[in-house]
């Protein structure tokens, strides 16, 4: 069997660590303190990674259109629904307890939610599989149409016409200086197109040189990122909704070289397998889909007795360790139920 790579693991895992303080910070009242902000601006580049992570490691998304499109509804459209509508139970039950102490709810309730943003109330989060399912499709038919043009052109021509995928965070930011208009998030979907084929392209050339060769050259894009981060510290990307800040070439670029440079240094380097870190990182669906509905069952549970847990730090450290337990406790129970993991057993052809 093929060894798993603990690259990538122990790089998902520090993302979900990532991911899910943020959302603890925002809903304990501290995402806008200076220290935090500070967190999230050499932090802001892992939502990226995992549309990397998924173009590293699919060599092809060609073949039946039909199959490659059921499949992907199946991992992630299918997940994306259930997890969502588990959120939204969590989140709607509590209203009527919370209109009757409070005579209004806490959050304005829009009936253009979903649609305008794809994501749950009570599962926020949900707007990345739905973004993550639309780029594995636009990838796939732009890919078929990219190989079917260029048929019968030299070899070369097809590899280098992937340059194209180059014009896609140009895309993206002319969607954000129209404020987004794309219903469903689907505004960032070019420049998760574009850190797709980034991966594809990195895993190509890891292929080609020595260990050493990558080690040196990861370093170098390391060190230009905290360079370019330190003289640029206003260059930043949320991916959730699109947002650009300072130069949009600078944030680019910046992504560009710590993506590559992080996973290069440590594959070539050969990352043992962290416990911890790793274990997150192999599991990652499980605390993506579940620690937010967990955070507001805390948060409307508190209120419901009068009691709120914004702006408090004492919060903040009770329920970090108590969401990873948590989670890693359901681990099994969510893998095991694949319309919630995404997780559905391979079909394995009958010998004949």
Request: hydrophobic share 50%; with cysteine; charged share 15%.
């Amino acid at each position: 069997m093929k060894l798993r790579n603990h690259a990538f693991d122990f790089l998902c895992g520090i993302c979900i660590i990532r991911m899910v303080s943020l959302h603890v910070m925002a809903f304990c009242g501290h995402a806008d303190d200076d220290w935090w902000r500070e967190v999230m601006q050499w932090t802001y580049y892992f939502m990226s990674f995992f549309f990397f992570k998924a173009g590293y490691f699919n060599k092809s998304v060609l073949g039946d259109s039909r199959q490659y499109c059921m499949d992907k509804a199946k991992r992630l459209l299918i997940p994306y629904v259930t997890t969502g509508l588990i959120g939204g139970a969590i989140f709607f039950s509590f209203q009527p307890f919370i209109i009757d102490r409070f005579h209004h709810t806490i959050e304005p309730i829009e009936l253009n939610h979903i649609w305008t943003t794809s994501s749950f109330y009570g599962n926020n989060p949900t707007w990345f599989l739905f973004s993550f399912f639309a780029a594995y499709i636009a990838i796939h038919f732009l890919e078929k149409g990219r190989h079917r043009v260029l048929a019968h052109a030299p070899h070369w021509v097809l590899q280098w016409s992937s340059v194209l995928y180059f014009i896609f965070p140009f895309i993206s930011y002319w969607l954000f200086t129209l404020g987004n208009p794309l219903w469903m998030s689907l505004s960032n979907v070019p420049m998760g197109l574009f850190f797709f084929e980034l991966g594809r392209a990195w895993s190509r050339l890891l292929t080609k040189w020595k260990p050493e060769t990558t080690i040196y050259f990861s370093l170098a894009l390391i060190v230009f990122f905290i360079a370019s981060n330190v003289i640029f510290h206003d260059a930043a990307y949320v991916m959730s909704n699109n947002k650009f800040s300072g130069n949009p070439i600078v944030t680019v670029v910046n992504i560009t070289a710590i993506l590559c440079g992080l996973s290069g240094l440590l594959i070539a380097g050969g990352l043992p397998r962290v416990p911890v870190l790793n274990f997150i990182g192999e599991h990652s669906m499980v605390y993506f889909v579940s620690h937010y509905p967990i955070l507001y069952y805390v948060k409307y549970m508190h209120l419901c007795f009068g009691r709120s847990i914004f702006g408090r730090y004492d919060e903040v450290l009770i329920l970090l360790p108590a969401i990873f337990l948590i989670c890693s406790w359901m681990v099994p129970y969510i893998e095991r139920t694949p319309w919630l993991s995404g997780r559905w057993p391979k079909r394995v052809k009958s010998e004949e």
